[in-house]
């Protein structure tokens, strides 16, 4: 079955530090791949989108990589600060679909200490 | 003030009841979804419209049904409300034509709990 994992332990880093969050996938073939940032209480906000035939994706302090042969993304925070706490959500399109549906892990939970 | 707006913000309600959840959009986009979240489940497509003549079932429409009344407008319906049905729900909107992978928009959601 198609399945979308991130880890559902929240990841703790202190300020300053680099906070890598990570999004696997089996069974998928998806085209593109986003990333969201979910405040408490709040929708989604888009961060970045990244296709399959990119490698690396960067905006300000965040870096996304996708790498189809391990069905695996990374997204990094560069230079975390405590405004970065949040959960952050990937989400895949598939890539036999025009639907522009989004597949959604679970999120993971970061929080940055001062 | 914002693009993608939801009513109402919370809502309690009694098992049997039917609830409309509503969401209107000032983005122009074609495309409009409504979502679920459950904690550890995260977001799960209930039903998406690709215009005011396009609807589609998502990933869990049963107990649901929706409403395009135009382009910014689409509803939400819970016909006969149970418990399970307690969640937060969001609903988003995506500019797609000719772009069907853009990023989607999503509104402040609405806390829904059915006793």
């Known amino acids: 079955s198609q399945k979308i994992e991130q880890n559902s332990e929240a990841l703790n880093i202190q300020e300053g530090k680099t906070a890598t969050l990570t999004c696997n996938y089996t069974?998928?073939?998806?085209?593109?791949l986003q990333w969201y940032r979910q405040d408490p209480g709040r929708g989604p906000v888009f961060l970045l989108l990244?296709?399959?035939?990119?490698k690396e994706k960067r905006k300000e302090r965040l870096k996304v990589t996708f790498d189809t042969t391990l069905k695996q993304s990374l997204f990094h925070i560069t230079a975390s600060q405590p405004a970065d706490s949040a959960t952050y959500l990937c989400?895949?399109?598939?890539?036999?679909?025009?639907?522009?549906?989004?597949?959604f892990g679970q999120g993971t939970t970061l929080q940055v200490k001062p | 003030d914002a693009d993608v707006t939801q009513t109402p913000r919370n809502r309690i309600t009694k098992t049997g009841k039917r609830i409309m959840l509503e969401c209107s959009q000032t983005?122009?986009?074609?495309?409009m979804y409504w979502y679920r979240q459950d904690p550890g489940l995260g977001l799960r497509l209930i039903y998406y419209?690709?215009?005011?003549?396009?609807?589609n079932k998502g990933e869990i429409s049963d107990g649901y049904s929706v409403s395009r009344q135009a382009q910014a407008k689409f509803s939400l319906s819970l016909e006969s409300a149970i418990p399970n049905q307690t969640a937060l729900y969001f609903c988003?909107?995506?500019?797609?034509?000719?772009?069907?992978?853009?990023?989607?928009?999503f509104g402040p959601g609405t806390r829904l709990t059915v006793l």
């Open positions: 988003a909107t995506s500019g797609g034509k000719g772009r069907p992978h853009n990023e989607q928009f």
């Open positions: 069974n998928y073939s998806p085209a593109y």
């Open positions: 990244i296709r399959e035939n990119e």
């Open positions: 989400a895949l399109t598939h890539g036999s679909s025009n639907t522009g549906k989004l597949i």
């Open positions: 983005k122009g986009h074609d495309r």
């Open positions: 419209s690709f215009d005011v003549k396009d609807i």
